[in-house]
C-alpha cells in the first residue's frame, strides 16, 4: 500500500518540453574545466601539472578522509590549474584540459566475476576509485554511502522519481539504458543483501515505466513501485515515507529506519564502474526551459562549459532573466556561464524575464499556506521572521536544519517571499552558533 507524505504542491511540471526530441547526443567542448570540489566532504588535490597530456578516465585529483576522485573526461594537455567560477557561486580550485579530440583512454579494469561471486570490499573499491557520487543533487560519495549502509538496512530505493519540473535526465536514462540501472542495483544488492529492492518512478513517465516492466522478469526480486506525481516525491525522506510508512526523525538519516537511496543514474555508474571499468567522466544533462532554442537532453562530459551546452542546444532567447543550475525549485541561479557541468548537474534551465517574475516589496499575509505544503512538517512563516530577527535559538528550536530547500513554501506563498534563500541563511546561522 503506498503512502502520502505530509504536504507538497502540483507545480506544472514541462517535462514534455525536454523529451520531444528522443535521440541522446553527446557533447564534446573544445576545452574542459574540471573542478576540484564535486562532492559533499574535502575537495580533491590535483595529481597533474601544467603541460602534462592525459588520457580520458585518467585520475587528474584524489584527496584523503571525506573524498572521491576526479578524472578527465576527454584526452588533451593541462593548461591550467587554477580558481575558476563553481555552479555554486562560489571559486574552485579547477584542472582545465585542451581537448585534442583524439578521446585517448586509460585502459579499463573491469571486475569480470559472476554475480553471487563478488566481494563486498572489491565493488566498494570500484566505485570509490571511479569516483561516483550521488547524481540527483547531493553529491555524497557513493561508497561511504554504501558502506556506511552495510549491516544496517532491510530496504534499498532506487531514486527515479525526479520531481522537479522541465528535468528528465533521469527519465530519459530510463527510456534509453534501463539496463545499466537494474545491474547496478544487483551489484549493490551484493553488498547490502537487503530484504526488498525497488525501484520508485512517478506515474508521468509511461514509457519509462513500460520499459522496466517489459525487463522486471530478467531481474527477479527487483520490485517497480509507480507512485503519484507529487512534489517534492523524489526527497528521499519523504520517498521513504511513500515506500514503506517510516518517517525519518528530525536531524536523522534514512539509515536510522533501514533505508538506503541511491539516483537511478548512481546506479547506472556504478554498473559501468565495477563490469566496465569506466569512471564518471560524463553524464545525462537536461537543457529546458522557455528562453533555450532547442530544449532536450544530453550526454555531456564533465567540466563542459554551460554556454558550449545552450550553444548546442540553439542558443537563448534575448529576454532570458535567468539560467538555472538545477530545478526551478530546489537549483541555484548562474551568473557566470562559463560554469561548468560537474557530476551532480542534472539539468540546466533557462527562463524567460516574464516567467520567473518576484514580487518587489515581499510581504508575509499570515495565511498560513507555507506550513500546509511543508513536506517536513516546518512553520516557514515562523522562520523567516527569526532568521530575519537573527535569534538561533528560536530557529534551532523550530528545526530549521531539516529545511529541505524544496521551495514548495515559496511556491504557494501569495506575498511572494524569498523563504528558501532566507532558509539558506538562517542554517548557516545556526550552524554558526553552534560552533561557537
Excluded: W
Excluded at 405 to 427: I, W
Aim: aromatic share 4%; with cysteine.
Amino acid at each position: 500500500m503506498k503512502r502520502l507524505f505530509f504536504g507538497g504542491i502540483h507545480p506544472k511540471y514541462n517535462k514534455e518540453m525536454s523529451t520531444r526530441i528522443t535521440t541522446l547526443h553527446t557533447i564534446t567542448p573544445k576545452t574542459v574545466v574540471i573542478p576540484m570540489q564535486q562532492h559533499i566532504g574535502a575537495p580533491c588535490t590535483p595529481l597533474v601539472k601544467v603541460g602534462d597530456r592525459v588520457l580520458r578516465g585518467q585520475k587528474i585529483g584524489d584527496g584523503q578522509g571525506l573524498c572521491v576522485p576526479v578524472h578527465a573526461s576527454v584526452s588533451g594537455t593541462v593548461t591550467a590549474i587554477e580558481s575558476r567560477p563553481h555552479t555554486s557561486g562560489r571559486m574552485v580550485n579547477a584542472v582545465v584540459i585542451e581537448n585534442d579530440f583524439q578521446d585517448q583512454t586509460v585502459e579499463s579494469e573491469p571486475i569480470t566475476a559472476p554475480l553471487e561471486a563478488l566481494d563486498a570490499d572489491q565493488v566498494l573499491h570500484a566505485i570509490r576509485e571511479a569516483g561516483i557520487v550521488g547524481m540527483g543533487g547531493a553529491a555524497f560519495p557513493g561508497n561511504v554511502k554504501a558502506m556506511s549502509s552495510m549491516g544496517h538496512i532491510d530496504t534499498l530505493i532506487a531514486n527515479a522519481c525526479e520531481c522537479e519540473p522541465y528535468i528528465t535526465a533521469d527519465d530519459s536514462l530510463l527510456r534509453t539504458n534501463p539496463e545499466q540501472v537494474l545491474k547496478g542495483m544487483q551489484l549493490l544488492c551484493q553488498v547490502l543483501h537487503p530484504e526488498r529492492v525497488v525501484l520508485a518512478v512517478e506515474d508521468n513517465k509511461a514509457e519509462a515505466i513500460a520499459k522496466i516492466r517489459s525487463m522486471q522478469k530478467d531481474f527477479p526480486g527487483i520490485e517497480l513501485a509507480v507512485l503519484p506525481t507529487r512534489y517534492p516525491q523524489g526527497a528521499e525522506k519523504q520517498l521513504i515515507q511513500a515506500l514503506t510508512g517510516r518517517e525519518v526523525a528530525p536531524g536523522q538519516l534514512p539509515v536510522t529506519v533501514g533505508c538506503a537511496v541511491f539516483n537511478v543514474s548512481t546506479f547506472a555508474a556504478i554498473y559501468r564502474a565495477v563490469r566496465l571499468g569506466v569512471p564518471l567522466t560524463q553524464r545525462i544533462v537536461t537543457i529546458s526551459g522557455e528562453a533555450i532554442a532547442e530544449p532536450q537532453n544530453f550526454i555531456v562530459r564533465i567540466g563542459t562549459p554551460f554556454r558550449d551546452l545552450i550553444e548546442v542546444a540553439g542558443g537563448l532567447n534575448e529576454k532570458t532573466e535567468r539560467v538555472i543550475s538545477g530545478g526551478p525549485m530546489m537549483g541555484i541561479a548562474q551568473s557566470d556561464l562559463a560554469v561548468p557541468v560537474i557530476k551532480a548537474t542534472n539539468s540546466i534551465l533557462c527562463l524567460l524575464k516574464d516567467r520567473n517574475g518576484a514580487a518587489e516589496n515581499p510581504v508575509c499575509l499570515r495565511c498560513g499556506k507555507c506550513v500546509s505544503v511543508c513536506p517536513m512538517r516546518l512553520q516557514p512563516l515562523y522562520l523567516y521572521r527569526f532568521t530575519n530577527a537573527g535569534r538561533t535559538d528560536e530557529l534551532d528550536r523550530l528545526h530549521v536544519l531539516d529545511c529541505i530547500e524544496c521551495g514548495s513554501c515559496a511556491f504557494t506563498c501569495p506575498g511572494k517571499l524569498p523563504l528558501v534563500e532566507k532558509f539558506r541563511k538562517g542554517k548557516q546561522l545556526v550552524r554558526e552558533a553552534n560552533a561557537k
